[in-house]
């Protein structure tokens, strides 16, 4: 569940990005060069972070589409976006609607320690202002992304690739995070049950599961609060933990009782405050190996 909690935050401030960039480049529409400047210059605005734009092209054919390339953080570790490409509603554009029907997010690099400074301005939920367009109630109906690199606190490179198919009010449809090229499959899909704040989960990992649910509920103050349980059955331990580049110190199967809950005023507040508590058993469960004075100093980094 680590693993799902930091694939969770990742995706909310990226998604966030993505959109803050198309908005940009729909706002207005003179010499590419130009909007280059301009998307820089407001994306450095709202993230709070010196942000440099290598390219953007808006085309009309064959559909409505702003394409950016190379928008690059100025950070330690800067967050990379290689290409991302909008491709805009035509009616709503015509009725001065800003509606985007699907982004697409090509290559990137992303580092857990600098999405820190983004997340204290940067939310799912933001936009900036337009005085051109108004905002559909379904700002993104579908978000793509693959080659996408996360680099851990301590530097391990992890890819990732999937989608996301929204409803109104930013909450997933349906949606799928994977790993690529990896064997057995590892990977985690939601799906919304009705209109409800309800989300069935199941995810598949080292020859086992863990399925089960989220809900997602407003407080009378207005803010959110995220539970739900797994169950995980049958994950091969060893396996678990070299799916996401590290190294192994327990083998056997692993099956129990994961719970979540979270709160926070935004997206990214309940992705950062996400706790998990396992009971888990592990049947044959034999030691690797064990380093008792690094396993200390990794805990003590990890919390």
Not at 136 to 146: G, K, S, V
Not at 222 to 230: A, E, K, T, V, Y
Not at 257 to 282: C, I, K, M, N, P
Not at 285 to 291: K, P, S
């Amino acid at each position: 569940m680590t693993r799902t909690r930091k694939w969770l935050a990742g995706l909310g401030i990226l998604a966030a990005i993505v959109l803050l960039l198309g908005l940009v480049g729909l706002s207005l529409i003179p010499k590419d060069d130009e909007l280059a400047r301009r998307a820089a210059a407001r994306l450095t605005e709202v993230s709070g972070v010196p942000v440099t734009v290598g390219a953007l092209q808006w085309r009309a054919l064959p559909a409505p589409s702003v394409v950016l390339q190379n928008v690059v953080t100025t950070q330690s570790r800067p967050i990379e976006l290689k290409q991302v490409t909008m491709y805009f509603g035509l009616v709503a554009l015509l009725q001065r609607r800003v509606k985007v029907d699907l982004v697409v997010l090509e290559g990137a690099t992303v580092p857990q320690l600098s999405l820190r400074a983004l997340a204290k301005t940067v939310g799912a939920g933001s936009a900036p202002p337009t005085r051109l367009f108004t905002v559909d109630e379904l700002l993104l109906a579908r978000f793509e992304f693959r080659d996408v690199t996360w680099l851990t606190r301590r530097g391990l490179a992890v890819a990732y690739e999937g989608e996301i198919d929204f409803d109104a009010n930013w909450r997933p449809r349906t949606g799928q995070l994977r790993r690529p090229g990896v064997v057995p499959a590892a990977d985690l899909t939601v799906t919304r049950e009705g209109r409800e704040d309800r989300w069935a989960t199941r995810i598949h990992l080292a020859d086992g599961t863990a399925n089960g649910e989220m809900r997602l509920q407003t407080r009378t103050n207005g803010r959110l609060h995220l539970d739900g349980n797994l169950k995980p059955e049958g994950i091969d331990a060893a396996r678990a933990v070299t799916t996401f580049n590290r190294r192994a110190v327990l083998a056997g199967k692993a099956s129990g009782v994961t719970t979540l809950s979270a709160d926070g005023d935004t997206v990214d507040e309940l992705a950062q405050s996400l706790h998990t508590q396992s009971t888990l058993r592990v049947n044959r469960a034999r030691l690797l190996h064990f380093d008792l004075e690094k396993a200390i100093r990794s805990a003590g980094r990890e919390h």
